[in-house]
């Protein structure tokens, strides 16, 4: 009995932690809705390299990294950054409202240069804004394409970038960095060599600004400015930030899922959980009668502890995954059933009500064992696929199947047993056989 009580208060802290995880108003713990229950952009983007070329060892997984930087960075909440076979990135960003910027933004490639524009002045300058421009980085110098190609030096690269930021001045916006030691030695060098010369600031080819040296940079801090709306700097800093792309990408595909549609499928999803959990808890009652009862007390208590979990650790649910929730619900009822039906050949071989739930429960263990472990060998075996084939459909699906699979255990091993020996041990059952369906 005491071992019992212990038990009880075990179960009754993991009941308050998960409601108040569980609590609308919890600013600590969200519920992260996915792109088809919120609405946003997917986009399938692959690398855009000659036909037969090889891409090195590590470079996806360099491009993955960047990429959710990126996102990150425009501020988009649990985005989804997953390779698709071995030359292309799937890419969900639940929220987003403005696809085209934020496909712009993760997909340039965000190589940024600096080049010495000794001999022209600012008007001719000026003219080069825009222009696209070749890179030969075997010597590093850069050749515009018009009809008078001229060969200009490139002075430094965005590799030696510290920090990016986006600054406002009389409403007009630019983008402040800091360079590494090695990079502002560079910069102070040729800056106070090159003072009344145009150094202009390149980006992916083209030129973007063409700022005059005006004193002697030696902080190692500059300015980028230009003619930035609040977005366009934003976009700056946020692919500078978080650097260039060693390989160039281009949008395979690309839908933006509308919020209206993606409310309609929470709606529709939280009314079918709803429906679903009610005809489980009158099943359950209506045929194992008493222990039915206690199955549904533990039953709410696995659905409070599994979308806690949901929330605390954090997992997205998108509508496949709020499906694997749902099955995990039949699995969490499975486990009763499967103990119910021992708990009554017990009973009806005259064993007593205290002895035939603790047999009950011991031989149904290991039916139960077998076919949750087969569950979750099958759920790594999901996950392994939408990871490797980018179908993030499938992984979130598993995902929320195995949490749920795994607090089924708990209920089933812990919970379901503590309240039956808690409620029925004080009955008489001879008297109220009926209440067992016996």
């Given at each position: ?16 932690l998960?409601?108040y ?10 519920t992260?809705?996915g ?29 993955i990294?960047?990429i ?15 390779q698709a076979?071995?030359t292309?990135?799937?890419v ?8 085209e ?7 340039e ?25 070749v890179t ?22 965005g ?8 600054r ?14 090695a ?6 060098e ?12 390149v ?5 973007i600004?063409v700022?005059?040296?005006d ?8 300015v ?6 609040v977005?366009?700097a934003?976009?700056l ?8 792309l ?13 919020p ?11 009314n079918?959980?709803?429906i ?8 359950m ?7 039915g ?6 039953l709410?208590?696995y659905?409070?502890?599994?979308f ?12 496949p995954?709020?499906a694997g929730f ?10 009763n059933i499967?103990i119910?039906?021992r708990?009554?050949?017990?009973l009806r071989?005259?064993?007593?009500l205290?002895?035939a ?6 031989r149904?263990?290991?039916?139960i064992r ?5 569950t979750?060998?099958t ?7 939408g ?6 459909i ?5 995902v ?8 089924s255990m ?8 503590t309240?039956?020996h ?10 109220h ?6």
């Amino acid at each position: 009995m005491k071992t019992n009580y212990r038990t009880v208060a075990l179960i009754l802290v993991v009941l308050a932690l998960s409601i108040y995880i569980n609590l609308p108003n919890n600013s600590r713990f969200q519920t992260h809705l996915g792109l088809d229950l919120v609405g946003g952009v997917q986009a399938l983007l692959e690398a855009d390299i000659p036909e037969g070329q090889e891409i090195p060892s590590g470079t996806m997984s360099n491009v993955i990294q960047i990429i959710e930087n990126r996102v990150n960075g425009l501020g988009v909440s649990e985005a989804v950054v997953q390779q698709a076979g071995s030359t292309r990135v799937l890419v969900e960003m639940p929220g987003q409202t403005n696809p085209e910027q934020a496909l712009t933004t993760i997909g340039e490639t965000g190589e940024l240069e600096f080049v010495d524009f000794s001999g022209l002045s600012y008007d001719q300058a000026a003219n080069l804004v825009d222009q696209t421009i070749v890179t030969d980085h075997n010597p590093v110098t850069t050749v515009f394409t018009d009809t008078t190609p001229t060969v200009f030096h490139t002075v430094m690269t965005g590799i030696s970038l510290k920090n990016v930021g986006v600054r406002t001045d009389n409403n007009r916006y630019s983008v402040a960095f800091e360079l590494d030691s090695a990079g502002a030695k560079t910069f102070s060098e040729f800056t106070s060599s090159h003072v009344g010369s145009i150094l202009a600031i390149v980006l992916d080819k083209q030129v973007i600004s063409v700022p005059r040296i005006d004193d002697a940079i030696t902080t190692g801090q500059g300015v980028i400015s230009g003619d930035f709306t609040v977005e366009e700097a934003n976009k700056l800093s946020v692919q500078l930030r978080y650097g260039s792309l060693p390989i160039p990408l281009k949008v395979v595909t690309s839908q933006t899922v509308g919020p209206t549609l993606g409310q309609d499928s929470l709606n529709k999803s939280l009314n079918a959980g709803i429906i679903g959990l009610s005809v489980v808890i009158l099943f359950m009652i209506g045929y194992y009668r008493l222990p039915g009862l206690v199955a549904d007390l533990a039953l709410l208590c696995y659905a409070l502890i599994t979308f806690a979990l949901f929330r605390l650790i954090p997992v997205t649910l998108t509508l496949p995954g709020i499906a694997g929730f749902v099955l995990s619900l039949g699995v969490a009822v499975d486990a009763n059933i499967l103990i119910f039906e021992r708990l009554k050949e017990e009973l009806r071989g005259g064993k007593s009500l205290h002895s035939a739930i603790d047999l009950g429960w011991k031989r149904a263990w290991s039916s139960i064992r077998d076919s949750n472990f087969s569950t979750l060998i099958t759920c790594g075996i999901l996950y392994w696929f939408g990871s490797t084939f980018g179908a993030s459909i499938v992984k979130g699906f598993s995902v929320t199947l195995a949490l749920g699979v795994l607090v089924s255990m708990f209920t089933a091993i812990v919970v379901t047993r503590t309240f039956l020996h808690l409620i029925l041990d004080r009955i008489n059952f001879t008297a109220h056989h009926r209440w067992f369906g016996v």
